[in-house]
């Protein structure tokens, strides 16, 4: 039993193209995350959110609570977004966390 | 502010000898986190602390693996014997309590390769 699924899994898009990862999850939280990482890099939070909508440059997450469902956007992408995009759970309580199993994203020049 | 230190980075052993792993969480983050992650995974827990108390470990195979947090700062996490299967990479993280929930801050992880 996954507590947070992903799709697509893998997802291959031109340079410039608008891009939607999804996320859901079945477990109460107290937090959704969206973490990014690098062919042999760290993971790094790019979004921590519990409602609504967060933008940062050329990236978007938004959260329904009702449905349970989050989506990551990329507007104009570029190759250097290309990455695993994880989507991460925290429990209410606030320091038990379930992750997705990632969503591998190339973009091609 | 320096971010959550591991090392080694890479860490190349055989099958049946015993590795270690250790990781430095960012200062005054009270909660720490090792997870395993395989290749087109997303991280699983493998054990989590609050201070130097281990408060969920039940993902940790306890007949191979083992964990510390002297004095609930600095933590190792061992291996004896490591098996094939253990070819993974073992994350470290912290968190603090901010606005109400945490964030995780990840190192950048010990690449184990057993052979």
């Known amino acids: 039993k996954n507590e947070v699924e992903q799709s697509p899994q893998n997802l291959t898009a031109q340079e410039g193209e608008f891009i939607t990862i999804n996320c859901s999850y079945s477990v109460g939280i107290s937090a959704l995350h969206w973490l990014q990482q690098h062919p042999g890099g760290g993971i790094v939070s790019l979004f921590m959110?519990?409602?609504g909508k967060k933008k940062h440059g050329r990236l978007i997450a938004t959260i329904n609570i009702q449905e349970k469902h989050s989506s990551l956007h990329i507007t104009a992408s570029h190759p250097r977004d290309s990455a695993v995009y994880i989507c991460a759970v925290s429990a209410p309580g606030g320091n038990q966390f379930y992750f997705g199993t990632g969503t591998s994203l190339t973009v091609i020049p | 502010e320096a971010g959550v230190v591991q090392s080694p980075r890479y860490k190349i052993i055989e099958k049946k000898q015993p590795v270690a792993f250790w990781c430095n969480p960012i200062?005054?983050?009270?909660?720490l986190y090792w997870y395993l992650q395989n290749l087109g995974q997303g991280p699983e827990l493998l054990i989590r602390y609050e201070n130097e108390e281990a408060v969920d470990d039940s993902q940790l195979p306890k007949d191979r693996f083992s964990a510390e947090r002297l004095k609930g700062v600095d933590s190792t996490l061992k291996i004896q014997p490591a098996e094939l299967g253990d070819s993974a990479v073992y994350l470290c993280?912290?968190?603090?309590?901010?606005?109400?929930?945490?964030?995780?801050?990840f190192g950048p992880g010990t690449r184990l390769t057993v052979l």
């Open positions: 200062s005054g983050h009270n909660t």
């Open positions: 993280a912290s968190s603090h309590r901010g606005q109400g929930f945490d964030e995780q801050f």
């Open positions: 959110l519990s409602s």
